[in-house]
Structures are given as C-alpha cells and as structure tokens.
C-alpha cells in the first residue's frame, strides 16, 4: 500500500478496518472518497459512483463507530480541534481530509462545534505528478493570474498542486500559498507531505481573507495560491491583494464559464478582470486551457 495512505485503515475499528484496508489495497488510486452514513453501510467512491465496500455483509453503521472515527481522526482531543469542528471537517496527514455532517453546536450567531454526527466523507488526496502539464505550458506562455474551473470532485486541487510545484521547480517563480483545509501541502511541524515546490511557502489553516494580506506584508510573493474560492471576503481579499502586483493561481467550483458568470460571488470576479486564463477540467479529466475573457463571451 502506498505510504500516503498507510494511515487511513487505523482510523477505522475492526471488522472495518480490514475491509478499508483490502479495498486499499486492491484499487488504490482509484479511490477517491469513503462514505460513511449512520444506518447505511459503508460505500467508497471513484468517478463520480459510490460502490460498496468489499466483502459486503448487509451491515449498516452505528451512530457511536461515526463518533469513534471522529475521536480517532482528532488524536482523541475534540476540543483541541473545534475551530476545524465548526468548519466541517478534520485535516488529516498526507492532505486527507475527513467531512463531517451531523447536529450544529451554536455559539450566539456562529457555529461552535458538531455533535451526532450523522455522516462522514472521508477524501483522499492525491499526487499526481504531470495532471498539469497543459496548464503549465499553458502559463509560461501566458504568465497572468489562472483560474482552474471543475465541479466537485473533478480533481481541481490536484491540479492546482501540480500546477503550484511546476511553476516553483520548473518556472523558478516564488509562490506563496494559503492552504486553509491543510490540502495542498498537507504541512506537518512545518514540513510539507505534498510537494509544492522548492520556492513555495506554505500558511497552513488559516483562513484565505487573512491569509492573503498576512503573505503579503510577510513574504512578498509573486503568485499567491489558493483553493476553492466561494465567499465574497475571498474575493474583497483577491481584489485587493492585485492592487499589489501579486498575481493569482486558484480554483473555483462551477462545471462550465457559463455557470461561473451565474455565481454572483464569481461575476464579482469577473467584472474586476483578476483572472486573464481559464483551465477547465473537462468530463474526462483532461485539461481545456483558454483565456478568460473567450471563455466567457
């Protein structure tokens, strides 16, 4: 089994964890979520399909195995993880991440917290050296802030990771990174998992807002990079960090340029001009590289 995914099947108690660990074993790569649901059996998911786990028995997950696997997944410290609690999941090693859906704890007008959690999506990250090729190609000709545009699951942070390390290794550019879910780099006592890079910085957990202006004042990049841009304090962010000269590498969840020009937190975007190339991942998971301004007529 390969190294990055050594630490997953130990999240899982027994029978669990030796049917996790024979499905990794057997499919590897191609594994790209686990689905876990109170009172459902366990599926795994690839391509857009969830699929039983092998050796299928019939059996259906208890609310208290969600909530072992949770305590497991946080080193068995809750409290020491809430702020990510709050956010919906738990960064994992290796830029794994573990989504959590269960009954909101309330703090005033904020969320504090999940408890009962009712299902689990355990996401696999990948390395996938080359995915980016094109994009990559594309930019050297064309060095001005790119967008990468998928729906969910279609592989838009492994792109961007590859992207991130060819422009560091091959382009010489310094990158400076806001890795707010612990996904792109996957940094562990400040030493990245995943490879960005040997001109890459890498601000860990933070939120991208705060993010941008702190790599800024701090480390005078000349690409900053982020991952899934979705509130409008992420674009305020964006605008202002351009003002600056900085330009952008990140992605954005829409399946098409037409979707992205419905979003109103996008069209901001778009009628402020931060992005000049689009990268569109395509159904079958090649790369559709253009400018922005085409894309979009």
């Not at 800024?216 to 991952?227: C, F, H, Q, T, V």
Request: with cysteine.
């Amino acid at each position: 089994m390969d190294k990055r995914l050594e630490g997953i099947p130990p999240l899982f108690p027994e029978p669990l964890r030796g049917r996790v660990r024979e499905l990794l074993e057997q499919k590897g790569e191609r594994v790209e979520e686990l689905r876990l649901r109170a009172g459902q059996p366990p599926r795994w998911a690839a391509g857009g399909r969830e699929l039983p786990l092998p050796r299928e028995g019939g059996e259906v997950l208890a609310p208290a195995l969600l909530e072992e696997i949770v305590r497991r997944a946080a080193g068995y410290g809750l409290y020491a993880v809430e702020e990510q609690l709050a956010a919906g999941f738990l960064a994992l090693p290796y830029g794994h991440r573990l989504g959590l859906c269960g009954t909101a704890v309330r703090s005033g007008e904020g969320l504090r917290s999940l408890r009962d959690f009712q299902a689990l999506n355990l996401r696999l990250a990948r390395e996938r050296p080359g995915c980016a090729d094109a994009a990559f190609a594309f930019l050297w000709a064309r060095p001005v802030s790119t967008l990468i545009l998928g729906p969910p699951g279609s592989g838009k942070t492994t792109v961007l990771r590859d992207l991130i390390r060819q422009c560091s290794e091959r382009g010489g550019s310094r990158i400076a990174v806001v890795d707010e879910r612990g996904e792109l780099a996957a940094c562990r006592e400040g030493l990245p998992q995943l490879r960005l890079g040997p001109r890459t910085d890498v601000l860990s957990l933070c939120p991208k807002a705060a993010g941008i202006e702190l790599l800024l004042r701090a480390m005078a990049p000349e690409w900053i990079a982020l991952d899934e841009i979705s509130a409008a304090a992420d674009v305020e962010a964006l605008i202002r960090a351009s003002y600056c000269g900085v330009r952008y590498l990140a992605t954005a969840h829409a399946a098409s340029p037409g979707e992205l020009c419905r979003r109103p937190v996008y069209r901001a975007l778009l009628e402020a001009g931060l992005f000049e190339n689009l990268v569109l991942i395509r159904e079958d998971r090649s790369l559709q590289c253009e400018e922005l301004q085409d894309a979009v007529e």
